[in-house]
T-cell receptor, first 113, second 115 residues
Framework: DQQVKQNSPSLSVQEGRISILNCDYTNSMFDYFLWYKKYPAEGPTFLISISSIKDKNEDGRFTVFLNKSAKHLSLHIVPSQPGDSAVYFCAASAGNRDDKIIFGKGTRLHILP | GAGVSQSPSNKVTEKGKDVELRCDPI?????LYWYRQSLGQGLEFLIY????????KSGLPSDRFSAERTGGSVSTLTIQRTQQEDSAVYLC?????????????FGPGTRLTVL
């Protein structure tokens, strides 16, 4: 029973173009969403988050969009750079109700030269 | 140190042996989490500690798995009588406190291989 789903195991994007990583969730109690980035042989690092009271959060080249009615969020990276090649994990939690953060399986992003 | 550290970075063991994995969280972080990532899978929650509260062990896959956190700092994850399906990367994370609004900082992980 996966509560956080990343249905694309991998994605290839040309350098300079926009990368869009998608994530769906099933638990309507989730109210806080995070994206983590992971390089090989390293632990995940926090990238960007969004609270359910917002539908968009932007930080430099990274923007996260949240569609609560569709239980869907996406991470946009523009322009994509070679250093963005990594595995991206979507994660969600129900805030103070249940602080366990549930992770998706990840999407491997390849930025092509 | 500045970040979360884990040791060893790699561990190869024989089926049936016990292993101990160590995590040093960021100083001052009251919450500590253990996850594991098996091949092709996401991050599977195992256990977390928050201050002096009883740990949430709901993610431990079997009674062969246990964890301690001494003095509210260092944590040890112990796997007894290891099985081949225990092979995975074990990740530790810490955060300032519990709650979804507190980002977790991850260590580099321990890659466990059970032969």
């Amino acid at each position: 029973d996966q509560q956080v789903k990343q249905n694309s195991p991998s994605l290839s994007v040309q350098e300079g173009r926009i990368s869009i990583l998608n994530c769906d969730y099933t638990n309507s109690m989730f109210d806080y969403f995070l994206w983590y980035k992971k390089y090989p042989a390293e632990g995940p690092t926090f990238l960007i988050s969004i609270s359910s009271i917002k539908d968009k959060n932007e930080d430099g080249r990274f923007t996260v969009f949240l569609n609560k009615s569709a239980k869907h969020l996406s991470l946009h990276i523009v322009p994509s750079q070679p250093g963005d090649s990594a595995v991206y994990f979507c994660a969600a939690s129900a805030g103070n109700r249940d602080d366990k953060i549930i992770f998706g399986k990840g999407t491997r992003l390849h930025i092509l030269p | 140190g500045a970040g979360v550290s884990q040791s060893p970075s790699n561990k190869v063991t024989e089926k049936g042996k016990d292993v101990e994995l160590r995590c040093d969280p960021i100083s001052g972080h009251t919450a500590l989490y253990w996850y594991r990532q098996s091949l092709g899978q996401g991050l599977e929650f195992l256990i977390y500690f928050q201050g002096n509260s009883a740990p949430d062990k709901s993610g431990l896959p079997s009674d062969r798995f246990s964890a301690e956190r001494t003095g509210g700092s260092v944590s040890t994850l112990t796997i007894q009588r290891t099985q081949q399906e225990d092979s995975a990367v074990y990740l530790c994370a810490s955060s300032l406190s519990r709650g979804g609004g507190n980002e977790q900082f991850f260590g580099p992980g321990t890659r466990l291989t059970v032969l």
